[in-house]
């Protein structure tokens, strides 16, 4: 079993900053891809940002230039640097992980989810 805790949202100004993680634990024998998605109320699920173990990064069209994702392989650690924020952006924020655990393929974990609410 694998567990996501997130942390690091709340409100922010139009055009402000913040910075969002997760970390991994639990029985992890390969950590794969990690990301973040995003929920606004009344929509779907759409991806924001993934990042594979090799480093390799993919973004959502609305927020290429603005976001940035990376990760720290040796703390199972995957953060998320929002920049110029907008209020388009308020959100649940979702982690994701694919994970390989003892006796098991790869699965999908998710996190907790974290509201970010960009408001002035």
């Known amino acids: 079993q694998v567990q996501l805790v997130q942390s690091g949202g709340g409100l922010v100004q139009p055009g402000g900053s913040l910075r969002l993680s997760c970390t991994a634990s639990?029985?992890?024998?390969?950590?794969?891809?990690m990301g973040w998605y995003r929920q606004a109320p009344g929509k779907e699920r759409d991806l924001v940002a993934r990042?594979?173990?090799?480093?390799?990064?993919n973004y959502g069209e609305s927020v290429k230039g603005r976001f940035t994702i990376s990760r720290d392989n040796a703390r199972n650690t995957v953060y998320l640097q929002m920049n110029g924020l907008k209020p388009e952006d308020t959100a649940v924020y979702y982690c994701n992980a694919v994970a390989t655990a003892p006796y098991s393929g790869p699965q999908d974990y998710w996190g907790q989810g974290t509201q970010v609410i960009v408001s002035s």
């Open positions: 639990g029985s992890i024998f390969r950590l794969n891809s």
């Open positions: 990042i594979a173990a090799s480093g390799n990064t």
